[in-house]
């Protein structure tokens, strides 16, 4: 049984999308810890109604990223943590993680990649202005929402939608996506070819 590690920053919707996905048996892994970077992060309640360990790590009390990153592996080694899925965590993977870890953490992200990076994809996409947007999930690399392209699914900006109507049905695509997409990588059925995925 592969063992994964979800590292949260919040609400942690996706994490309890992959959790109930888990449950259903339509994944067979466990995850073995849930980290979070906010004390507040409701993920972290999810996490402990199921009784998921739970590791909250301040980046304050670090001196730098690395330093950080370094405390998170040592953490996912003793947890022996195959696989890294980052849902809603609002920072940067330092390279050092990414070596320890490369094309074994995966991201979702809330826009059409490469199309609006960053914190603010659903409210980016929405004041620029596109028809349609979606969302993407892909292996993480050292550059911001940048990595290889695992799943992307779109939908329609209608005339109406505001942020949250947009958002709302936003992480709907999200809960089904992401799911799929971290039982293909728990199965091996993912293959790395520069920047593109193939399925195995
Ligand atoms: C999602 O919209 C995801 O795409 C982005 O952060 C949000 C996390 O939501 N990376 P939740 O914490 O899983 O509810």
Do not use: W
């Not at 919707?13 to 849930?34: E, G």
């Not at 993977?93 to 609006?116: A, D, E």
């Amino acid at each position: 049984m592969k063992n994964i590690a979800v590292f949260c920053s919040g609400y942690g919707s996706n994490l309890q999308a992959i959790i109930n996905f888990i449950k259903k048996k339509k994944i067979k892994a466990r995850i073995a810890l849930v980290l979070s970077d906010r004390v507040d992060a409701y993920a972290l309640v999810r996490a402990r109604k199921e009784k998921i360990p739970v590791l909250y790590a301040d980046p304050a009390d670090f001196k730098d990223r690395v330093s950080y990153d370094r405390f998170l592996i040592s953490n996912l080694k003793k947890k022996k943590i195959d696989y890294v899925v980052l849902a809603g965590f609002m920072r940067l993977m330092s390279p050092y993680f990414i070596r320890c870890f490369r094309g074994r953490v995966l991201n979702i992200h809330p826009s059409l990649l490469p199309s609006f990076k960053g914190t603010q994809g659903i409210k980016d996409a929405l004041s620029y202005g596109v028809k349609i947007t979606g969302v993407t999930v892909h292996f993480v690399d050292e550059k911001l929402d940048h990595g290889p392209i695992i799943a992307q699914s779109a939908l329609e900006i209608k005339a109406t939608d505001t942020q949250a109507t947009l958002a709302e049905r936003i992480h709907r695509l999200e809960h089904k996506l992401y799911p799929q997409a971290v039982r293909l990588l728990i199965e091996n059925k993912l293959k790395i070819q520069g920047r593109k995925v193939k399925q195995k």
